[in-house]
């Protein structure tokens, strides 16, 4: 059975320096600034569906890259307040973003791979290729 696999694993192996630097971990998926949305990877008989929740995110703000069999979803996001007040001035950035990579596997038609986004759900389709769809079976007869 093919299945889709995270490319990328972060402390897949935990060291000593883990919990010596994990208030400056740089690669943990928990830094400050970044939230990992949920995903779910379905598959049935046509291919597989990715959906990802990222409430308040809009469909612009995503960028999907697909390059061979690697899919990669990201989105970046930054805001700037400020007010200015007779004695004081306030400022206040926000910055955020995260990314996500699949590898894909060999039986995905990548020219038909599709996304929507609805509801603050981005719903990516990755269909299977015919020859990799179950067949029918058939009766062979003996001539």
């Given at each position: 059975?093919?299945t889709?696999?995270?490319?990328?694993?972060?402390n897949?192996?935990p060291?000593?320096f883990?919990s010596?630097?994990?208030?400056?971990d740089?690669?943990?998926?928990?830094?400050?600034?970044?939230?990992?949305p949920?995903?779910?990877v379905?598959?049935?008989?046509e291919g597989?569906?990715i959906?990802?929740?990222?409430p308040g995110?809009?469909k612009?703000?995503?960028k999907i890259?697909?390059?061979?069999?690697?899919?990669?979803?990201?989105?970046?996001?930054k805001?700037?307040e400020?007010?200015e007040?007779?004695?004081?001035?306030?400022?206040?950035?926000?910055?955020?973003?995260?990314?996500r990579?699949?590898?894909?596997?060999?039986?995905?038609?990548?020219?038909?791979?599709?996304?929507?986004?609805?509801?603050?759900?981005l719903?990516?389709?990755?269909?299977?290729?015919?020859e990799?769809?179950?067949k029918?079976p058939?009766?062979?007869?003996?001539?």
């Open positions: 059975m093919n889709l696999v995270k490319a990328y694993r972060p897949s192996f060291t000593l883990d010596l630097f994990s208030d400056v740089f690669f943990a998926d928990n830094r400050a600034g970044l939230s990992m949920a995903v779910n379905k598959e049935d008989t597989f569906t959906e990802l929740a990222a995110v809009k612009e703000d995503f890259n697909l390059d061979e069999k690697v899919l990669t979803i990201s989105t970046e996001s805001n700037e400020s007010e007040k007779e004695n004081y001035t306030r400022k206040e950035f926000n910055y955020s973003s995260f990314s990579t699949f590898r894909l596997p060999k039986t995905i038609d990548t020219d038909k791979v599709d996304a929507n986004h609805e509801n603050g759900v719903k990516i389709t990755l269909p299977k290729k015919e990799a769809k179950p029918e058939r009766l062979i007869t003996v001539g």
